[in-house]
């Protein structure tokens, strides 16, 4: 009677070479860890990415400020100033405000879908600041802000209207527009972060946005209210905007209207800036 034998198969462990592990490692020491800043504007060139593959974007900085801009101006420039034309010089300010403040609640559309699609969870996982992502899509905002004021501004020229601040007046009112826009975007980046659809961010903005811009000085002075709708618009941030463009733009800047924007956009910052960062990394 013969006994069969069973040979177990022997597993033997692999040790990589040194040489075999420089092959494949790259040479030279390690990078350096991005800087805040670069990191930051790595993500805003991101952001203007999404625009030249998605041109479609631009619809709402280019075709809307031009529809504002014609309709506001032919339906109540008759009917409030007389002439079309000079009232222009009015509203234009305003509709460049209005159009460019409706603008930033995207942002905060932007970064709930980013959110929903698992893109910003890769982007945690960077060895990058931590807010980069959130910064850099404000940075990327930005230009749509500068194309919607740049835009509104060539129509009005087209149409008449002319500044009495000049070129330095028209610029330092966009400046000044567009980093209170910055700051005001921070309160939808929030919105962004913690309600569950884009739908709803741009509900709840919508919500906001229409009361700020339309019960303001944007189409007509205060003084021609009633006192209790008068009280509302002169505590109304949009107004105080608005009348620090206008002044700019019409050559007789207002100090403490400028200063007034300056200080509520860092307020602004501060306050939804510190709580969209306990957010998202609480997220």
């Known amino acids: 009677m013969s006994t069969a034998t069973t040979t177990e198969p022997t597993v033997s462990s692999y040790t990589p070479a040194a040489s075999n592990l420089n092959a494949v490692l790259a040479a030279g020491e390690a990078p350096p860890k991005p800087s805040a800043w670069s990191a930051s504007v790595t993500f805003g060139w991101r952001a203007m990415l999404k625009i030249k593959h998605v041109p479609e974007q631009m619809f709402d900085v280019t075709a809307f400020p031009i529809m504002m801009t014609l309709m506001f101006t032919y339906l109540f420039g008759g009917a409030l100033a007389g002439s079309v034309t ?9 509709i460049m405000v209005t159009s460019v403040v409706m603008i930033t609640m995207y942002t905060g559309m932007g970064v709930n879908i980013d959110i929903e ?130 002044g700019l733009m019409q050559g007789a800047p207002d100090a403490g209207e400028i200063t007034w924007v300056l200080v509520a956009g860092a307020v602004i910052i501060a306050i939804f800036g510190t709580l969209t960062m306990r957010l998202y990394n609480r997220k």
């Open 86 to 94: 000079e009232y222009l010089q009015f509203l234009l300010p305003g």
């Open 117 to 246: 699609k698992g893109v910003f969870d890769r982007f945690r996982t960077l060895p990058v600041w931590r807010p980069a992502a959130l910064v850099g899509a404000l940075f990327g905002d930005v230009f749509r802000y500068v194309t919607a004021a740049t835009v509104i501004l060539v129509v009005g020229l087209i149409l008449g209207f002319r500044p009495g601040g000049g070129a330095l007046g028209v610029v330092i009112a966009i400046a000044l527009l567009v980093a209170f826009s910055f700051a005001f975007s921070w309160i939808w980046t929030m919105f962004g972060l913690f309600l569950r659809s884009e739908k709803s961010v741009m509900g709840v903005s919508m919500m906001v946005l229409f009361p700020l811009t339309f019960l303001s000085n944007v189409f007509v002075e205060p003084a021609t209210m009633p006192g209790w709708l008068r009280t509302f618009v002169e505590i109304n941030p949009i107004t105080h905007l608005v009348a620090a463009v206008r």
